[in-house]
């Protein structure tokens, strides 16, 4: 593998990481507040680049669609809170993850209905598919973008975490809910938040791989999301920072791997999963996790 | 003395009927009737590690792969392999791997069991909803594997021309020595046992229980029943391909249980019947429908629709399903003792 190849594939591996991450900050505060594996998250993702291509179908300008697809996706998420998991924050566990696998099959099969299950071509505007060459190395903008928009997310939401009052609330419940709510706190408008801010993030990270990859199909957010879940677990769950570095180890992995044993590509969607068994068998909090019975972001 | 005698009439009744169905039905609902009869032999397994066990997993499309592919290899002639692996030349061993139809489906779920008890070391080691996305991924890992093996499984191809041995004679004796060995197994021992991890792992372990090994036991059982059911539906449909086997598999048995009630034999049976039938009568819902005159068009994944709507509601209404953790017996047997007193 020369240099440029390389640098290549490293680019490669930053912007595909950083979806991973974007989709994987969604999980991880879910997780740090409820303790639920939110499976609907990854659809929320597939909702957020529908919601563009059915905005932008209408005759929207393409920014503009954009704005409506997250804040469109907010309200799903939120949705999705109040209906199908608020009413059973007492009832065992396995009955909220079965709630939340089915909420995950309806948003799929709802969009199949809809759109049908042939991928659809995501109209990403020409200003942002250009691309740049540097040598031998070809940039794409959006590999560029996608990075720095992460690293601007990240920022923000480690500000809202610990520098405003919301942000001690969600930390606080993380902790226990029930003491949270003896304090005052509306507990179930915080996790509204919470759900809120993860299904913008998702739904960015949609967008950004709908331009990526330029089609959508309502499946789409089963795979990335299952993997971007994965990369939460690696990082250690209930970690915000964990999340995006777990994000981006996962990225570069499967770049890099595929890119240096072609004969392997075909498997490069079961890694997440060998990781994710690895990490649960010799460290089960992951890298940045502290103690899994206390997440605190 | 007279319950041993009124299970071996009611096993004997439901073996002539099975002869009588096999014999008398016409095909079109013999074929249904075939396919509640593999359904309820993944469901009662996968009843056995997720209600009575209680360990969340969401691995059977993994395990149902195993075993059809393992059975379908066994039962293709040699010369249909030659022709029919497209992609690569075959591996000797697949053209050298022949049996009859009883030792093909047994070997199928002993692959299942083995690749369980494999796997039961990472497994086992979490609790909880991470047991089910590493169950979940195992189920995706079978497939991307089976995907990627050509030289076994010719790819995203997949096998046709299985022969079709898998009568309902086969699925309706299958599935009743299934449904009497689960409820042996759920009444013995180690069924005990496993209730007892359900309701508390910690306070089973010190009882004295060795919950790691019932586990594994509970989930090797599980497997091989869901290895052999693979095996019928590859023989039944004659043509399998990787992508029949995904989480869509594990969704429509995890919505039999749950509406069954988890842990509850009797409530599979009834389950299985009611959703594999709605299935079916459901089957309008993605054909084209005329309201008020106004063509809606075809709509295929309307069902799903439906029954994902149906497991919300009952997740969130009636989280005990038909029949809670009780069977049929039990329900009848208190409601007569009501009366009485």
Redesign the interface.
Known sequence: MDLSTFLQQLVNGISLGSMYALIAIGYTMVYGTL???NFAHGDIMMVGAFLVYLAVAVGLPFPVAVLVAIAGSMAVGVMTDKI?YK??RD?P???L???A???S??LE??F??LFG?VPKAFPAPGYLTISFKLGDVILPLMVIVIPVITVLILGAVLWVLFKTKYGMAIRALAFDIPTVKLMGINADYIISIVFALGSALAAIGGIFYAISYPSIDPLMG??VG?KA??AA?LGGIGSVTGAVLGGFILGFTEIFVVALFPELG??K??F???F??LV??FK?TGIMGKDLERGRF | MKNLIIKTLMIASTLGLIWYAHHNMDPYPLSILNNIGIFVILALSYNLINGVTGQFSLEPNGFVAIGAYMTAIFLIPTETKIDMYALVDPAPIILEMQANFLPALLAGGLASTFIAFMISVPVFRVRGDYLAIVTLGFGFIIKIFAMNTPAYTNGAMGLNDIPDYANFLWIGTIGLVTFVAMINIINSRFGRAMKAIRDDEDAATAMGVNTYWIKTLAFMTSAFFEGVGGGLLASFISTIAPDQFTFLLTFQLLIIIVLGGLGSMTGTLVATILVMGGMEWLRFLDSNMNIFGYDTGAHPGMRMVVFAMLLITMMLFARKGLFGDRELTDIIKSRFKRRKS
Do not use: C, E, H, Q
């Open positions: 303790r639920l594996i199908a009413p059973l009832a566990k396995i009955s993850l079965i709630t696998i089915g909420i099959f309806f099969n709802l199949n209905v299950g089963v795979i299952l879940f994965a677990v075909g498997y969607d079961a997440a999963f060998f994710l068994i649960l068998l089960p």
